[in-house]
């Protein structure tokens, strides 16, 4: 029999797409979501890539007896969990509103799931390690203290799966440090749908060449850096996705050699931002209308990942080239203007 993976926060922008490769590796996939921060299109976007719908239970994490019933009334062998806050500003802003849904979410879920031993996978991010002058960070870099409250919460889920891996029998945990995940579903079925004025690079670069928005700010030009703008490791959605399936493949085929592991997911390859934008406009034919700007406040000068964990112990390796993931960015953000 097929095993079963909970997704939590499986109608986002990962969680969709894990839930796609998860389930054409032959895995039963439960989506869970409260859809506080996303609509049903990309879980109608996975249904449709698949030709099959899987269970969706509308739900929040926070509350604990749902939690409970989600694992009474469904056999769950693994867990990926994604239901989390994600905007580094709003965090800054709204604290308690962070610390609240994105810990309480992550204690009921390893409470209930730590019962029965469980194999737990937290999406983690590279956001743990801070400004660091050692590049590329592997897993053994030290982490930083955390310059947002959204940072804190995933350095304090990594410490709490940590703490009940060493402390409850049985249970297995993979914190994964996602890098800059960019990109859509060669498909187009599925992509990032951030609401309102996007923080993020690749959905502003979309926006603005679709002429959602009128230009594009480069957030300094004065950095350290060969061509004065930040470095990133940009990291395919879909490579992102792949990784989940080999860390729950170790989990449940009982490869692991801790009981709690972590992952840098990344390509080990850095891209200034202005590569990226040169790359866009490149690989899709056009000009994109930008502008140099201030830098932003608590932006990191450069990071990028070494990957060699995860190629050597997952025996997973990024294998998009940053241009095809542009060019399927692109073609996401045409399938929206498609749609409306
Ligand atoms: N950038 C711009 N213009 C924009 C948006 C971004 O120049 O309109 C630049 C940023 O300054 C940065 C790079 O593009 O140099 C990447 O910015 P993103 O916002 O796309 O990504 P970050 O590296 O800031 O964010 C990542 C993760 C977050 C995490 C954060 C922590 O995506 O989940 O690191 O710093 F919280």
């Known amino acids: 029999m097929a095993k079963q993976v909970l997704v939590s926060g499986g109608a986002g922008f990962i969680g969709s797409h894990v839930t796609v490769e998860l389930a054409q590796a032959g895995y039963d996939v439960v989506v869970a979501d409260n859809f506080s921060n996303c609509d049903k299109t990309c879980y109608e976007g996975v249904c449709r890539i698949l030709g099959k719908r899987p269970p969706l239970v509308e739900m929040d994490f926070c509350d604990k007896a749902a939690v409970e019933k989600l694992?009474?009334?469904?056999?769950?062998?693994?867990v990926i969990h994604f239901a989390a806050f994600k905007a580094v500003g709003e965090s800054v802003a709204e604290p308690v509103k962070y610390y609240k849904n994105n810990l309480l979410s992550f204690l009921n879920l390893l409470e209930v799931a730590s019962v029965k031993g469980g194999n737990v996978l937290f999406s983690s991010s590279a956001t743990v390690y801070g400004e660091t002058d050692q590049l590329p960070v592997t897993e053994q870099s030290p982490r930083q203290s955390a310059t947002s409250p959204y940072g804190n919460t995933k350095?304090?889920?990594?410490?709490?799966?940590?703490?009940?891996?060493?402390?409850?029998?049985?249970?297995?945990?993979?914190?994964?440090?996602?890098?800059?995940?960019?990109?859509?579903?060669?498909?187009?079925?599925?992509?990032e749908l951030p609401r309102g004025v996007p923080n993020n690079l690749v959905p502003f670069i979309t926006q603005t060449a679709i002429g959602k928005r009128a230009c594009l700010s480069?957030?300094?030009?004065?950095?350290?850096?060969?061509?004065?703008?930040?470095?990133?490791?940009?990291?395919?959605?879909?490579?992102?996705?792949?990784?989940?399936?080999?860390?729950?493949?170790?989990?449940?085929?009982?490869?692991?050699?801790?009981?709690?592991?972590?992952?840098?997911?990344?390509?080990?390859?850095?891209?200034?931002?202005?590569?990226?934008?040169?790359a866009f406009e490149k690989v899709n034919g056009l000009k994109l209308n930008y502008k140099f700007a201030p830098r932003r406040p608590g932006d990191v000068t450069a990071i990028w990942a070494d990957p060699t964990l995860a190629n050597e112990k997952l025996g997973w390796k990024a294998t998009r080239t940053v241009e095809q993931t542009l060019a399927s960015a692109w073609a996401w953000e045409k399938h929206l203007a498609e749609k409306q």
């Open 155 to 191: 350095q304090i889920c990594e410490d709490i799966l940590r703490d009940s891996v060493k402390a409850y029998l049985g249970l297995k945990g993979i914190a994964l440090r996602y890098f800059n995940p960019i990109g859509a579903h060669p498909s187009a079925l599925i992509g």
């Open 71 to 78: 694992f009474s009334d469904y056999q769950i062998d693994a």
């Open 218 to 278: 480069i957030f300094g030009n004065d950095y350290p850096t060969p061509d004065g703008t930040c470095q990133r490791d940009y990291i395919d959605i879909v490579d992102l996705a792949r990784a989940h399936v080999c860390a729950v493949a170790r989990m449940l085929d009982g490869k692991m050699e801790q009981a709690y592991e972590i992952y840098n997911v990344g390509t080990g390859r850095p891209v200034s931002v202005l590569e990226l934008v040169t």
